[in-house]
């Protein structure tokens, strides 16, 4: 991997790199923020993985997360939200499909299936990658993420009971199969078998009885987005009925914006802080 | 004045307003950032002066400040850099010239006198306007900012001793009058008597005799700026010769982006909350 940029923040250093991913088949873009404590011993790592349109910048720029990553001495990774480049399968007329649009899935359906394997890329490829390369502590990971994102950090923990010491979600979709969103990716990366969508799916995948875990998930009241796309009463519901320890906030008059991400990452970047104790 | 937008974070309220300022003579957007504290009393008020090619947006959205001024509870004022609309004076294909660049002057020349007026904008109407409409106390504010709105901040507390409790700056331009930009826009703005220039140039109003005031200033010196354009040392040495109590911390490796400005703005913020006691 290759370093493409180094900004000094907090006292740690935010960094850039781009490899040629052989999940995604293609280069990748992410950054890290490494807090000042990994200049001198290796660090747990906390992924935030972005919703749709962003790239790995969004978070870095707009959340406000890297002060309490280096308050706390855990490792930010940002990864982008889809393989890129002129030659990756694209809807560019379309905000919520193709790149920029990865949904954390392993895509079944040409052309989507050549590079959209941001679920294997996301668990495994890069976790190993930086792991090997950076000063992280290999293993010791919790993740988060917002709207798609949040999505993607459910369906990665409760598919991988034990790999992620914590998990929690910003303004998740919660229930993909059911909403315009999930619908409109689900069809084009996994095909019309509604049955397969389910493995990519945290409402379902706890209805399937996927290993409880502690959900904390924060959701804005004013968010223009709850009623049609992200349904967590649907995910409360599948919780409950399978004893699964959701803590949902409904926050209110709060939006879907980075405002509201930067009022609440800190609480949630405490929490994995304290998950990843060594 | 007329609210555009609303964005609830940190338990307060992040809003935007357009109104018809005299001033400037065109319509005019501003941010300004209402703690919770705001919602039962009047609160102090920080203006932050934002540079080149930033609107009110920048700050809001890529400095963290919110977080801060919730904690503090003080309101946070920010300005856009210029008159803005397809009438007013502009150099579309410049970054460091017309809109996006007012320097905080009362221009002389034609046709930037028409409309640029930031001088006046900022140190009178936009402060008798909030003061007027929203729960700031009238009267008791301080002024920071970056870049060109860290000269912004430092010209506009030494012009008018006893109106600001308390400047400081990020990464200023120390001495417009000797760097590229300066003489850009003041040739432009002001016309070519390099005396008249003088009046807006922090380090020419401290040699001129300027009421001392402290200076605390931020300045990294990984900044890719900070040799041609910024000039620090100017300041401090004009200030030394007349004992003003200038605190320059060089930030090392620190550059000029809004992730050195999110490092050092809480310092700054917790520096005139308090200097705002009521």
Redesign the interface.
Known sequence: MKQIEA?????GW?RRYQHNAISCNCAMTFSVYLPPQAQTQQVPAVYFLSGLTCTDDNVR??A?A??YASELGRALVMPDTSPRGNDVADEPDRYDLGQGAGFYVNATQAPWSRHYQMYDYVTKELPALIESELPIIPGLKSITGHSMGGHGALVCALKNPGAYRSVSALAPICHPVQCGWGETCFSAYLGNDRDAWKDYDATELIKAGAQPMNLPIDQ?T?DEFLDDQLHPQNLQTAGKAKDFPITLRMQ????H????I??FI?EHLAYHAQALEV
Request: hydrophobic share 25%; net charge positive.
């Open positions: 900004i000094k923040e907090f006292g935010l720029v707009k406000g890297q002060r804005g004013g209110r008059d709060y939006d914006s980075y405002h509201f930067a009022t800190g």
